[in-house]
DNA sequence: TCAACGCATTGACTTTAGTTAAGAAATAAA
DNA sequence: TTTATTTCTTAACTAAAGTCAATGCGTTGA
């Protein structure tokens, strides 16, 4: 379980220097928690007082319009799941499936307020992480918006080559904006070249 | 020119309490700057170390990619407009212009440090904006990727009329990712309805 | 073992956006 | 005002995604 944590403070010695006090703090306010494939960590509508952080597996956010899915995300190892209305009272506008069998370290606003009080560089730190999390969306906005499906499809296959093997096609279609069978005959055409 | 700064103050009343004395310190580190239809506030590959807020006109937001534009934003009156590379040595991926003649209060890193360090609250008030913005852009996205161009521009005149007004076409089309002629006809063909 | 279900693929057809080119309308410049 | 230039619209054609329907292929479960 030790090594579980370990990944987080991995993660956040990225951004600053992490003492012994402020890693005993982190353990102490955070938990691990297991799902397994098909499990719902926040439903539409519902409001939601957790964030998490992910040890192995793999968590995908999407939206319901018109009966079908539409996925925004997917969140796999050592990446951050901070929902939109985290510690807000907001009704969430989207859901959060576990893909796989996936194993999370677990945070909430009453623990983390504490340690925010106790360590006031936390502070600055969430400021940077959140800013850099905001430049990779806009960046990933913009490619997506300059792109065609097909060019979407390739960069994900070149950026992220594990979700073509554990996610299954018909929610890449959907992270991808397209129908199922559009997919296919994607594939299909970029084989005969 | 105090009416101006009152602007700013609104805005930022919304999010705290505004004390007489941090009232002055943001007068003293924000100046006001016009601007005409068509200058560049942000060219693509050099660094920025200006944030504006605009009093009134119209900036918007766009890339280069194959000799084209591509329109990620526009920002309009009582909007803050924050560089991706704000306050870093990271070139910008994108250009920053006027679409009109445009008032904006002008902030900079050096001259915002300084009140930062007197008031220390402020460091939670950015935290917080900066938590809405990026709460808005990923919904945009979502939004965004959820609807075909007909329904964007459905969305565009619904949420932001005075945009189609004040905004030529042709950026329009690019802000909605469709080509002007195809903007066009979505327009005839809404027409006919 | 076999039926049922979900998922991926394929085909025929429709709809819509991209492309190219031409012309009309509006704006800016001489 | 008149000329240029930019912007918008229209048309004909091409390419690609959506829709509907059918088939095949695994996995699950009775």
Redesign the pocket.
């Known amino acids: 379980m030790q090594i579980m944590k370990d990944k987080i403070l991995q993660y956040l010695s990225k951004y600053t220097v992490i003492t012994k006090e402020l890693e005993k703090a982190i353990a102490e306010s955070t938990f691990i928690q297991c799902f397994t494939k098909g499990d719902i960590l926040l439903k539409e509508g519902s409001t939601s007082n957790e964030c998490y952080f992910i040890i192995k597996g793999c968590i995908r956010s999407y939206y319901l319009k018109d009966g079908d899915e539409k996925t925004i995300e997917f969140y796999t190892e050592d990446e951050a799941v901070i929902p939109l209305n985290y510690d807000t009272i907001i009704p969430s506008g989207h859901y959060l499936e576990c893909v796989e069998e996936t194993i999370v370290s677990v945070g909430n606003p009453e623990l983390e307020s504490e340690t925010f009080q106790k360590f006031p560089e936390l502070g600055m730190l969430s400021r940077i992480i959140g800013q850099k999390i905001m430049a990779q969306q806009q960046e990933s906005f913009a490619d997506y918006k300059m792109s065609?499906?097909?060019e979407r499809y390739l960069n994900l296959v070149k950026r992220r080559p594990d979700l073509i093997q554990r996610v299954?096609?018909?929610q890449i279609a959907s992270y991808l904006?397209?129908?199922?069978?559009?997919?296919?005959?994607?594939?299909?055409r970029l084989m005969n070249k």
Chains 1, 2 share one sequence.
């Open positions: 065609t499906p097909e299954p096609q018909h904006s397209v129908k199922p069978e559009s997919l296919s005959r994607i594939k299909r």
